[in-house]
């Protein structure tokens, strides 16, 4: 998996909240998503909640980018028990599951 600054200013970052700034394809989501994803693989029974405008908008953005970062790396394949198509939901054979929720 290829990480960016971005990426690495989230993960090693030991603020209790983190904002990311930029425009629109910036790479905010997608750096965000791996952190997301690594932190899914580190840590036991987690839930971790991906929270958007609505489903339709978490399938354009969020959704898109975590299958397009879990396709693309083996490593992480080894670490995802199973991913439900129909909920969204992504669950590590650590326990932890990692699933996307409209903001309303």
């Avoid at 790479?27 to 991906?50: D, M, P, R, S």
């Amino acid at each position: 998996m290829t990480s960016t600054i971005l990426f690495k200013q989230n993960y090693h970052s030991t603020a209790q909240t983190v904002v990311n700034q930029g425009g629109t394809s910036s790479g905010k989501t997608y750096a965000i998503e791996q952190v997301l994803f690594c932190l899914a693989c580190e840590n036991h029974k987690q839930v971790i909640t991906v929270v958007g405008q609505d489903i339709p908008n978490i399938k354009a953005g969020a959704l898109r980018d975590a299958l397009n970062i879990y396709n693309s790396s083996d490593q992480l394949k080894t670490m995802v028990k199973n991913f439900n198509k129909t909920d969204r939901i992504f669950e590590f054979h650590n326990g932890t599951a990692k699933h996307p929720r409209p903001n309303h």
